[in-house]
């Protein structure tokens, strides 16, 4: 059984327990949220689109992640799920393999700007995507990858398109 490092890189506000010592005591290994703080959390789902299509800009140097870890990435979350996080323009860094580290936030657009306060969300399959697809457009000959993109993905409750600003980084 191979280890599942997207819980790892949710946030520090996200805490992983057994269901024993969790507040809803429904499944073996549940995120939950303390109730007096916010943060990205992680619902296992099926295979799930929540955003739609993405730009996409080169970002690789020496320093990005490596490729193969954000493939590795990439191939851990394809279980399914989403990932939901607050918007106001705070980064979140939501799954995280080795050197590669991939994160939001939302962005404010000509005649959109989104305040904080609005729950966003973004499936496996968007995050899955964005990594296959900045590999193929700019993956280095020493095998590194960095991008960023914009995409609108789903308000939580109302499927009204947020502007979100990604990121494919080396992890801190």
């Known amino acids: 059984m191979r280890a599942n490092p997207l819980f790892l890189g949710i946030s520090a506000f996200v805490t992983l327990?057994?269901?024993?010592?969790?507040?809803s005591n429904t499944s073996a290994l549940t995120p939950w949220i303390s109730p007096i703080e916010l943060a990205p959390a992680f619902y296992t789902l099926d295979s799930i689109n929540d955003c739609g299509s993405s730009n996409f800009t080169n970002e690789s140097?020496?320093?990005?992640?490596?490729?193969?870890?954000?493939?590795?990435?990439?191939?851990n979350i394809r279980g399914g799920g989403t990932w939901v996080f607050q918007s106001g323009g705070t980064q979140f860094q939501l799954a995280q393999s080795g050197t590669c580290a991939f994160g939001v936030q939302t962005e404010c657009i000509p005649f959109q700007c989104?305040?904080?306060?609005?729950?966003v969300k973004i499936g496996n399959q968007d995050i899955i995507d964005v990594i296959e697809g900045s590999v193929a457009r700019f993956a280095t000959s020493e095998g590194?990858?960095?991008?960023?993109?914009?995409?609108?993905?789903?308000?939580?409750?109302d499927e009204h398109p947020i502007p979100?600003?990604?990121?494919?980084y080396h992890s801190p």
């Open 114 to 119: 989104v305040h904080g306060g609005i729950l």
């Open 17 to 23: 327990s057994h269901a024993s010592d969790s507040p």
């Open 144 to 157: 590194k990858v960095g991008s960023k993109g914009h995409m609108f993905c789903q308000e939580v409750g």
């Open 61 to 75: 140097s020496d320093a990005s992640p490596l490729v193969s870890d954000c493939l590795h990435l990439a191939d």
């Open 164 to 168: 979100v600003l990604w990121g494919i």
